[in-house]
């Protein structure tokens, strides 16, 4: 084999080890397939899993979004993860989708607030009885131009440097530089009326979701098109080979005809 096939074929296995899925660093997860919701605390109102999503079914409070722990559903999952992928579908009903606090410590929240058509990224206080005390839009909120319902993909990337990103159903949303968090005990999912719901919940302590001219990429597509890309290559360089080695046997035939 010619010192270009050699090269071809080298790049071939490495685009099919690269294109083997590199395990994200998933921490935690829960898609409520089995029905149950364990390792949650409802602090108040209630949920179901029945559906195998997490559910809420309380009636919740006309005073929406004053306290994360009376008068909305409000659940809780230990979450320490500050840097990495928070990855969900949220259910909007007409009254929005409810409030992801996806980094909480006591006092302190990082979290998304979902609309019918807009989310915001927030970082908010909360004082001793859970009750907000102020908070910082820390972007212009994203906007849709339709009023959305139904399931919702949402993922959240946060970077060492503080950088946060949003990503609805897909598209960049929203996204912010924040440092004052640098830990977190909790997620916490609000849902101030019943019908709101989440599920396939997924997160990891690496940036699993990328941001590219045409939106989001996860780690699996990116290494998708890495590998189409060296295989193409991979292809050409093994065609040129293959035409220079044709071209040397035919010249090699025209001189051994000559002779
Ligand atoms: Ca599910
Ligand atoms: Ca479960």
């Avoid at 909480?104 to 927030?122: A, F, K, Q």
């Avoid at 139904?150 to 503080?162: L, P």
């Avoid at 009326?193 to 997160?203: E, F, K, T, W």
Wanted: aromatic content about 12%.
């Amino acid at each position: 084999m010619s010192s270009l096939g050699l090269v071809g074929s080298c790049l071939l296995g490495l685009s099919l080890i690269w294109l083997y899925p590199c395990p994200s660093g998933v921490v935690w997860s829960d898609n409520f397939d089995d029905g149950d919701y364990d390792g949650w605390s409802v602090t108040s109102g209630m949920f179901l899993a029945e559906t195998n999503t997490l559910k809420a079914v309380s009636e919740g409070s006309i005073e929406r979004y004053q306290s994360i722990s009376e008068g909305s559903n409000v659940v809780v999952h230990p979450s320490t993860v500050t840097t990495g992928t928070w990855s969900f579908d949220v259910y909007v009903t007409g009254d929005g989708g409810g409030e992801i606090l996806f980094m909480m410590v006591p006092g302190r929240t990082y979290m998304i607030d979902i609309t019918s058509d807009n989310i915001y990224l927030w970082r908010r206080g909360i004082d001793e009885e859970g009750r907000r005390v102020g908070g910082v839009m820390l972007h212009f909120p994203y906007i849709v131009r339709d009023p959305f319902s139904g399931w919702q993909h949402i993922d959240i990337t946060r970077e060492g440097n503080g950088r946060i990103r949003v990503y609805h159903g897909g598209k960049w949303a929203t996204g912010a530089y924040d440092t004052l968090l640098t830990t977190s005990q909790s997620f916490v999912y609000i849902a101030p009326s019943s019908g709101m719901a989440l599920d396939n919940i997924v997160v990891s302590n690496t940036i699993d979701v990328f941001l590219s001219p045409v939106g989001r990429i996860d780690r699996s597509q990116w290494r998708f098109w890495a590998a189409i890309m060296i295989a193409a290559i991979t292809v050409a360089a093994i065609r040129i080979d293959w035409i220079n080695r044709t071209n040397s046997l035919d010249a090699q035939n025209k001189d051994d005809n000559i002779d």
